[in-house]
């Protein structure tokens, strides 16, 4: 079954640029979305289509990709933005979805 | 104000069955594909279905492919999924999640409810 792979943590110190990255053979073909969880809340979308930020999210937060891997970055990074980050995408038919297994934030 | 309110979880036996539901307001249901993501104890999301804004397509993980049924009525603003022989391993809290146009599971998911936990144990 299709699978799309983050590493398990990241830490960055406040105000600098943190880098999440999700590898997965479709994405060159398919959009990723990344999903920002903090403790004992429902998920938000920080980035859709691989680089567009829903209304409401700062500018701070950014996507890209490159060939199979696409990348969530956060820019000046706060204590704040400590969560967990999931990137979700589809298989080369568009079927079925599939979230990376997160990427845990650290941020001090 | 757009909203999504889960509910239907508890505890149920292996082997069991429950049906949540997801009620809708603040948004024109019938425009959105409408999916189910759920998250076990301590573990990441795991999407678990999709079905587009005519039901006309659906869609499941393998985890949950032949036990599980989604559904929508969209008169009623209402998403659902019925489980079937439930198995310890589907224990976690079960979210209803709006996709941001019709092409999910291909789409974003842009307004989520709170979850509701579903409990398998004997």
């Known amino acids: 079954s299709y699978e799309v792979t983050q590493p398990p943590s990241v830490s960055v110190s406040p105000g600098q640029t943190a880098r999440i990255t999700c590898s997965g053979d479709?994405?060159?073909?398919?959009?990723a979305y990344w999903y920002q969880q903090k403790s004992g809340q429902a998920p938000v979308l920080v980035i859709h289509e691989d680089r567009k930020r829903p209304s409401g999210i700062p500018e701070r937060f950014s996507g890209s990709t490159s060939g199979t891997m696409a990348t969530l970055i956060i820019s000046e990074a706060q204590v704040d933005d400590e969560a967990d980050y999931y990137c979700y995408s589809v298989d080369v038919r568009g079927n079925p979805g599939v979230f990376g297994g997160g990427t845990k934030l650290t941020v001090l | 104000e757009m909203q999504l309110v889960e509910s239907g979880g508890g505890l149920v036996k292996p082997g069991g069955s429950l049906r949540l539901s997801c009620a809708a307001s603040?948004?024109?249901?019938?425009?959105?594909?409408m999916n189910w993501v759920r998250q076990g104890p301590g573990k990441g999301l795991e999407w678990v279905s999709s079905i587009s804004s005519t039901s006309q397509f659906i869609y499941y993980a393998d985890s949950v492919k032949g036990r599980f049924a989604i559904s929508r009525d969209n008169a009623e603003r209402s998403l659902y999924l019925q489980m079937n022989s439930l198995r310890p391993e589907d224990t976690a809290v079960y979210f209803c999640?709006?996709?941001?146009?019709?092409?999910?599971?291909?789409?974003?998911?842009?307004?989520w409810g709170r979850g509701t936990m579903v409990t398998v144990s004997s």
């Open positions: 999640a709006r996709a941001m146009g019709d092409t999910a599971p291909n789409d974003g998911f842009d307004i």
């Open positions: 603040g948004f024109i249901l019938s425009d959105h594909s």
């Open positions: 479709a994405l060159s073909a398919k959009y």
